[in-house]
């Protein structure tokens, strides 16, 4: 059976990863606190986001720029999208 955990994104059980995603206390509480779907959807959102501003992840900026996004994104608050991206529409 795989591992579950309420996840803060979607307020409800889903299945959580596999692994802390980040070293530290922060990694560890994301492990406790996010699901693999929303942490799936970051890493895209996280990729669209790296390409299009063309972020050099080198950059402490970059990253604290990419962290700020990561928290809103994790707590359901207004982030960045890419220029012209249009979301697929739900059914």
Known sequence: M???????K???ELEG???P?????KGEEIFNTVS???WQQWQHLQT???NEKSLDMRDPQARKYLTEQREKFLDNDTT?????????ATD
């Open 2 to 8: 795989s591992r579950t955990v309420v996840c803060r």
């Open 17 to 19: 990863l596999d692994n």
């Open 80 to 88: 960045d999208h890419a220029e012209g991206y249009v979301p697929p």
């Open 36 to 38: 693999r779907q929303a």
């Open 48 to 50: 669209m986001l790296i």
């Open 21 to 25: 995603p980040l070293p530290g206390s």
């Open 10 to 12: 979607y307020g409800k």
